[in-house]
């Protein structure tokens, strides 16, 4: 699916700011930049295939975030307890998410910061500090629904017990440096690889559950009932907060700078059109994964009166009973695992930008990387050993709370900076962007502020 050739120029010492005053800096290094800058873009001659194939990859390596584990409890509750009427807000929420992620791109592309740079270079120190800390928090949020998620996967396939498996996502270090050490289109690779698993294995099982495709095609029209039905409403909301992820922000505004464009006004159109062609074809996918888990659910539990699947575990023991096909739980197992894996790759990409962005400290991937995973996997590995499945299933939904906490604090700095003129000269938001852009922001701090209150109680 992605090439690997990757000849490619001598990144810069510095990338520079652009021509209008909007940043503090007008020279900083560029993010990631062991690999900026390194994969080669044919030049203006070229078809439109091939501008395309040289952009395809950090779109997929977003989608990720999009069907990671922490998405199907609510997609499996969802459609468990509703069949398919929570289609709509699982489309609508990819909606959001194409539009937040053009604008992550773009920031990226036109301004040469990644969102942790840009946040550095506008706020003063304490507040980029606090961003950096809600991050890194997120962040771990992230990787502890990846360890469970994993953990989970292993049990299920090969009867590892649970607190076994989360001390074997420690090993994920090794893989993912291993990969990060032989060239930045070879981790796209193998997350292409990965989602492509995800994909077939919910394509079959979306064929086995036999859904009812008038009402699915139903479910995907908003319905009132949403709104004025208080339990389907939260967890609406729940699959909206679990769906947009902050880290994917920082992620994508980082990413884009890989490929070697011309940072001129021509080269950044070029590389916002196709980088915006690639996160929105890759979010389709990610949109066909998460619709796919909670069609499944529907079809299998919901239609023969199961309303109370509502975690991983539960749907894995009764999918191959209800359908009647005996590979249906199997690959449920192979999809979660590689959606763990597939996170752990995109997870330490996201901890190395935000750390370099917001600190302008580097560490050895390895340090990093061992950090973040033992704060996932301690609080995970006790739970585990006091509570059992159950305390994983909670600490699954916990990881997703958090996640809507930090939420609002990556989403606002994007839309600001993207539709300040200072910043981004000919290339700001246009008027009815910027309007859609602050009302999906509007949308997503008051729902996952409704989704926060009713989790605690308040």
Same mark, same amino acid.
């Given at each position: 699916m992605i090439p690997t050739n990757t000849s490619s120029p001598v990144p810069p010492a510095v990338v520079e700011a652009p021509d209008e005053p909007g940043w503090r800096q007008r020279r900083i290094a560029p993010s990631l930049g062991d690999v900026y800058a390194s994969i080669r873009v044919p030049g203006h001659g070229a078809s439109f295939w091939r501008k395309l194939l040289a952009f395809w990859g950090p779109g997929l390596m977003v989608a990720v975030g999009y069907m990671d584990p922490g998405n199907w409890a609510t997609d499996?509750?969802? #459609?468990?307890r509703y069949g398919y009427t929570l289609l709509s807000v699982v489309l609508l929420s990819n909606l959001f998410a194409m539009l937040l992620q053009h604008l992550a791109a773009k920031l990226g592309i036109v301004t040469g910061r990644d969102l942790a740079q840009a946040c550095r270079d506008h706020y003063s120190r304490p507040v980029a500090l606090a961003l950096w800390v809600l991050c890194e928090?997120?962040?771990?949020?992230?990787?502890?629904?990846?360890?469970?998620?994993?953990?989970?996967?292993?049990?299920?396939?090969?009867?590892?017990?649970?607190?076994?498996?989360?001390?074997?996502?420690?090993?994920?270090v090794l893989v993912v440096l291993y990969f990060q050490n032989r060239g930045f289109r070879l981790i796209e690779g193998l997350v292409a690889g990965l989602i492509a698993v995800i994909f077939a294995c919910f394509?079959?099982?979306?064929?086995?559950?036999?859904p009812d495709w008038a009402a699915l095609a139903k479910g995907l029209v908003p319905h009132t009932e949403i709104v004025t039905n208080p339990g389907m409403l939260y967890v609406a909301i729940g699959i909206l907060g679990a769906t947009v992820m902050p880290h994917n922000l920082y992620l994508h505004s980082s990413v884009v700078q890989t490929r070697a464009f011309d940072r001129d006004e021509p080269g950044k159109r070029m590389a916002v059109k196709f980088a915006t062609i690639d996160s929105t074809v890759a979010l389709f996918l990610a949109f066909?994964?998460?619709?796919?888990?909670?069609v499944l659910s529907a079809a299998a539990f919901h239609r023969i009166g199961r309303h109370d699947v509502a975690d991983i575990n539960q749907?894995?023991?009764?999918?191959?009973?209800?359908? #009647?096909? #005996?590979?249906?739980?199997?690959?449920?197992?192979?999809?979660?695992?590689?959606?763990?894996?597939?996170?752990?790759?995109?997870g330490t990409l996201a901890g190395q930008i935000v750390m370099e962005g917001f600190l302008n400290l580097k560490l050895k991937p390895w340090v990093r990387r061992l950090i973040t995973r033992l704060i996932a996997v301690v609080p995970a590995f006790v739970v585990t050993l006091i509570y059992g499945e159950k305390g994983t299933g909670e600490l699954l939904v916990l990881s997703q709370v958090i996640l809507s906490l930090q939420l609002s604090f990556a989403v606002v700095p994007l839309v600001l900076?993207?539709?300040?003129?200072?910043?981004?000269?000919?290339f700001v938001n246009r008027p009815w962007v910027k309007i859609t852009a602050w009302a999906v922001t509007v949308i997503i701090v008051a729902l996952n502020g409704y989704l926060l209150l009713q989790t605690f109680g308040l």
């Open positions: 499996l509750a969802g #459609g468990a928090i997120a962040i771990a949020a992230c990787d502890l629904a990846e360890v469970i998620g994993s953990a989970i996967a292993l049990n299920l396939l090969f009867g590892i017990p649970l607190a076994v498996g989360v001390l074997l996502t420690i090993l994920d394509a079959y099982e979306v064929i086995v559950s036999r066909f994964v998460n619709a796919a888990i909670l749907a894995h023991e009764l999918l191959t009973p209800v359908l #009647g096909a #005996g590979a249906a739980s199997m690959l449920f197992a192979v999809a979660l695992l590689a959606s763990g894996q597939n996170s752990t790759l995109t900076f993207t539709s300040d003129r200072r910043k981004m000269g000919i």
